[in-house]
């Protein structure tokens, strides 16, 4: 009975999804927006060439945010389905969330990854999903929409309890459905919580967990869990770190240092390379990926938000071979130790 009203569950997801976006897509044909192009524009670019167009639309794409960061946005967060949907139809730096959510949602659903391989959207913000021969999940995956995502993941983690890290409805959903949220926060979760360093199994990923402060807060000592997650022999034996908002301390650090193929950075402020190295709570890597661009909750650079600009200024600082600005809605894929 419990796998019969499951199986109806999924259906009633998929069913959902497929109707808002053949919607969406039909009904932005009515209206004017300077985004679509804008994105068209970026879709053709790849997030690993810095070009002079690349850098241009990313700029481009600043100047929407800035009108709409903090109260704009988290008005529209708060609308009706029908409101915030004419919203982004109409206001270019909403289509170009809604457009990164489609986008992934549809790509999640349909790519399949072959043997060796793991396949890595990033959605919103530190948002990121990972897709492998064997399996699926989320690392603060956040979006006005974020539950639809659900049916898709094997689990998802969240690095601390903010809400542009950690979605309610999409941790709802994902319980609803049978399967492991893990947090630092969510006390009644068991044994998916832990307030410690910890290491979980599933599937066939490996967890790992360390707990950091929050951008080096003394008011928030012990806030964020930082993770690192091996993704398994048929990937090549992919592995990652997620930073989540911690204060990158090395001292913090020491449950997950060592070699790991990527690790989602910040904005590549100079104190995130204090854990990029050789010693004691540093990790080594090739592949560094900023985040945290542009979210909207926040208000516009310097006040809080990581601006494209300044990004763009903090990048070629990184202590990395190859540091990475990837923009919602673009995917990554690992094969033979190189990103693609």
Not at 7 to 20: G, K, P, T, V
Not at 63 to 78: A, C, G, N
Not at 117 to 146: E, Q
Request: hydrophobic letters at 35%; charged letters at 25%.
């Amino acid at each position: 009975m419990f796998k019969y009203a499951l199986s109806i569950l999924l259906l009633a997801f998929c069913q959902l999804s497929s109707a808002q976006k053949r919607s969406f897509e039909k009904d932005q044909k009515n209206y004017v927006n300077v985004g679509v192009e804008t994105i068209k524009k970026l879709n053709k670019t790849s997030p690993l060439v810095l070009s002079e167009e690349r850098v241009s639309l990313l700029k481009t794409i600043e100047t929407y945010s800035d009108p709409y960061s903090d109260v704009p946005f988290k008005e529209y967060l708060k609308k009706s389905e029908e409101e915030a949907e004419e919203l982004e139809h109409k206001e270019p730096i909403l289509y170009a969330y809604r457009a990164a959510f489609e986008k992934v949602l549809k790509e999640v659903k349909h790519t399949k990854v072959k043997k060796g391989t793991a396949s890595v959207w990033m959605l919103y913000n530190m948002g990121f999903v990972i897709k492998t021969p064997s399996g699926c999940f989320g690392i603060d995956v956040d979006h006005r929409l974020a539950e639809q995502l659900a049916p898709y993941l094997d689990f998802l983690y969240i690095t601390h309890n903010h809400g542009d890290h950690a979605n309610l409805k999409l941790m709802a959903a994902m319980k609803q459905l049978g399967k492991p949220v893990i947090t630092n926060f969510d006390i009644d979760n068991a044994p998916y919580f832990s307030t410690v360093a910890t290491g979980y199994k599933i599937g066939n990923f490996t967890l790992q967990t360390d707990i950091s402060d929050h951008l080096r807060s003394p008011d928030l000592p012990n806030f964020v869990a930082v993770v690192r997650i091996d993704c398994g022999d048929d990937t090549g034996n992919f592995s990652i770190l997620h930073c989540g908002d911690s204060g990158f301390d090395p001292q913090r650090f020491q449950e997950v240092q060592g070699p790991v193929d990527v690790v989602v950075l910040r904005w590549g402020a100079a104190r995130e390379n204090e854990i990029l190295g050789a010693g004691d709570g540093q990790v080594q890597t090739n592949y560094a990926l900023l985040s945290h661009l542009i979210e909207m909750r926040h208000k516009p650079y310097p006040k809080g938000q990581a601006s494209i600009t300044q990004t763009l200024k903090h990048l070629p600082h990184v202590a990395c071979k190859n540091t990475i600005m990837p923009f919602w809605g673009e995917m990554l894929t690992w094969e033979n130790g190189v990103l693609k």
